[in-house]
């Protein structure tokens, strides 16, 4: 069972870059979310989706998008990378309210 | 938006000892999660709770979900080593369509000690 993963696992970019975060899930699950972590604030929800072509903001989804062409791919793309991303971001999918979570990507931004 | 006030934000016991940690809301919700977080790792479900006065155990954790809706506790009894790591409470609301449903609290983080 793969359940959701993440690639990469880690990153490094230089200011003003542009990667995109890989997130898949095997479960047919319809919500999918990113989500960022700090230390000391917990999950914070970049983006979500409920849907293939469905997308939403969650609350702090400056500096990213998303996108879903299918019920199985999430990715979340940086546009122009700002050392304030720094951070680790979790892909999450659920079917009704158990969400499983990936391992995670560790990002830092130069 | 909603928001969880999740307590104490670090433990520091001594192996063998139970725990508690506990979440409250401003705002009710319709089920409860707790989590683990292992470092490295994403986090893991440990517990849902569904009902209002719904207490489930899973092996030495027991969760509760209040009877306001409003907060939930989660004890660890008997700690041991592989106990450490950052344990987040969860709430969700149904919305009906066009949020992601989840609210999740800051974490407490559990340090044993030998």
């Known amino acids: 069972n793969a359940g959701v993963t993440q690639t990469p696992k880690f990153q490094v970019l230089k200011t003003g870059q542009s990667m995109t975060l890989q997130c898949a899930q095997d479960m047919n699950h319809e919500y999918m979310s990113w989500y960022r972590q700090d230390p000391g604030m917990g999950l914070r929800l970049i983006h979500y989706?409920?849907?293939?072509?469905?997308?939403d903001q969650g609350e702090v989804p400056n500096g990213y998008n998303v996108s879903r062409s299918t019920t199985e791919d999430f990715p979340l793309r940086l546009l122009s990378a700002a050392p304030s991303q720094t951070s680790v971001y979790f892909c999450?999918?659920?079917?009704?309210?158990?969400?499983?979570f990936g391992q995670g990507t560790r990002l830092t931004v130069v | 938006g909603q928001q969880l006030n999740q307590s104490p934000q670090s433990m520091f016991i001594q192996e063998g000892e139970d725990v508690s940690m506990n979440c409250t809301s401003s705002?009710?919700?319709?089920?409860w999660l707790w989590y683990k977080q292992d470092p490295g790792e994403g986090p893991v479900l440990l517990i849902a709770l569904y009902k209002a006065g719904e207490l489930t155990s899973n092996g030495r954790l027991t969760a509760q979900f209040g009877i306001t809706r409003k907060d939930s506790f989660l004890n660890i009894s008997a700690s041991i080593p592989s106990d450490v790591g950052i344990y987040f409470c969860?709430?969700?609301?149904?919305?009906?369509?066009?949020?992601?449903?989840?609210?999740f609290g800051k974490g407490t983080h559990l340090i044993i000690q030998p």
């Open positions: 999450a999918s659920r079917f009704d309210t158990e969400a499983f």
């Open positions: 969860a709430g969700q609301w149904l919305s009906g369509g066009g949020a992601d449903g989840l609210t």
């Open positions: 705002s009710i919700f319709n089920t």
């Open positions: 989706s409920v849907g293939a072509g469905i997308t």
